[in-house]
Structure formats: C-alpha cells, structure tokens
T-cell receptor, first 113, second 115 residues
Framework: AQSVTQLDSQVPVFEEAPVELRCNYS??????LFWYVQYPNQGLQLLLK??????LVKGINGFEAEFNKSQTSFHLRKPSVHISDTAEYFC???????????FGSGTKLNVKP | EAGVTQFPSHSVIEKGQTVTLRCDPI?????LYWYRRVMGKEIKFLLH????????ESGMPNNRFLAERTGGTYSTLKVQPAELEDSGVYFC?????????????FGQGTRLTVV
C-alpha cells in the first residue's frame, strides 16, 4: 500500500521569500510522484510530476521538486513566491502513471505582502 | 476545449435524503475517477471507470454509494441515504486510456454538506 505525508498543514510566507513544502511517502513498490495545486474555487491542477530520470523536476509557475529515493521524499520548492501562489498544494503518488492517486492531506500556502 | 465539469458545485441536504452528483469528463477520455476529501484530510480514491465498466471500486465506503457511467460518457455518484459523515468535497478526474504520458484532469469538485 502507498501513503503520503504532508507534515505542514499551513505555511505562511512573505512575498518574494523562498518556500519549501514537504512531502514524504511510503510504498512497497516503485511509484510515480506528483504535486497538484488547488486555487480557490478551482479544480486540482498538475504542477509537476516525477516519472523517471532526473531527480530534479521543474514544473509550471517556477516550482520545482526533488525526488529523494533514500529519504522517500518529494519536497516542492520555489525560490521566490508571489501573492498569486496562495493556494493549497497536494502531494500524490501513483503506482501507475496518473492512475489511482494516493494524496497527502494538503498544505495551504499563504503568501503575505 | 471544456475541462472536467461537475454538477452541482454545492449541495446541502438533510440526513437521510438522497443526492446525486454528476461528472462530465473531457470528451474522449475513457478513464474516469471519483475521489472524496473529508474536511482537512487527504483526498481519497473512491472508484475508477474505464468507459462504462468499473475497473476498481475498492475505495467506495459502503453500499449507500452507487456510481454509474452509462454509455461511457458522464458519470453519476448517488448517495442514498446520506449520513453526516458523507460531507466533504467530491472530485472527479478523467484521462485517456493508454500507455505513456496521459495526464489526469480534475474537476473543481462538488461540496456536499449533510445536516
């Protein structure tokens, strides 16, 4: 079975500061890793994904994440956040590509001016 | 092109009533998934359709939940009778069938409140 832990339920940060949203997972098999974002009153939108290859993955809106197999982590980072990044972010794993996700409980990023 | 559309966006019903949620996937997407998020917790898988067939319904909480996808197009999720613990946001997602990089697209969800 797979599970995902997002330790930080809320992360407040000032505009233009760097941010890291943490994600750890457990799985007895190889998995694919994803980050989704949900802006207010919108659906989930794919930010980035790790399927194979380079462990540093770049996504939309300047976000990136690094897959660390030994630490079973897939932390999301952005060097300088904007007010518009205020949203809830979900880490997810899937045994198969985009099939049956296991999500974390979400991290609300609140960017302050 | 229209994305995944869910109706209604919000629903407030009394305990014991019946509610039907609808999901219209992206045209041509044979995979359709239902997920649910209970307040503050993780988004949990409910079931997966491939066309009109249930591929995996291991996440359905109990027999008060009935999902259908007649004709392999839109899907409905009926809760009958609704209980307080059924409150949450129900998400639908769709994707193309096949190997390779097929992204899953999510709807904006239906917020169900059972009072």
């Amino acid at each position: 079975a797979q599970s995902v832990t997002q330790l930080d339920s809320q992360v407040p940060v000032f505009e233009e500061a760097p941010v890291e949203l943490r994600c750890n997972y457990s799985s007895s098999v190889s998995v694919y890793l994803f980050w989704y974002v949900q802006y207010p009153n919108q659906g989930l939108q794919l930010l980035l994904k790790y399927l194979s290859g380079s462990t540093l993955v770049k996504g939309i809106n300047g976000f990136e994440a690094e897959f660390n197999k030994s630490q079973t982590s897939f932390h999301l980072r952005k060097p300088s956040v904007h007010i518009s990044d205020t949203a809830e972010y979900f880490c997810a794993v899937s045994k198969y590509n985009f099939n049956k996700f296991y999500f974390g409980s979400g991290t609300k990023l609140n960017v302050k001016p | 092109e229209a994305g995944v559309t869910q109706f209604p966006s919000h629903s407030v019903i009394e305990k014991g009533q019946t509610v039907t949620l609808r999901c219209d996937p992206i045209s041509g997407h044979d995979n359709l998934y239902w997920y649910r998020r209970v307040m503050g917790k993780e988004i949990k898988f409910l079931l997966h359709f491939v066309k009109e067939s249930k591929q995996d319904e291991s996440g359905m909480p109990n027999n008060r939940f009935l999902a259908e996808r007649t004709g392999g197009t839109y899907s409905t999720l009926k809760v009958q009778p609704a209980e307080l613990e059924d409150s949450g946001v129900y998400f639908c997602a769709s994707s193309q069938v096949g190997t390779g990089d097929t992204e899953a697209f999510f709807g904006q969800g239906t917020r169900l409140t059972v009072v």
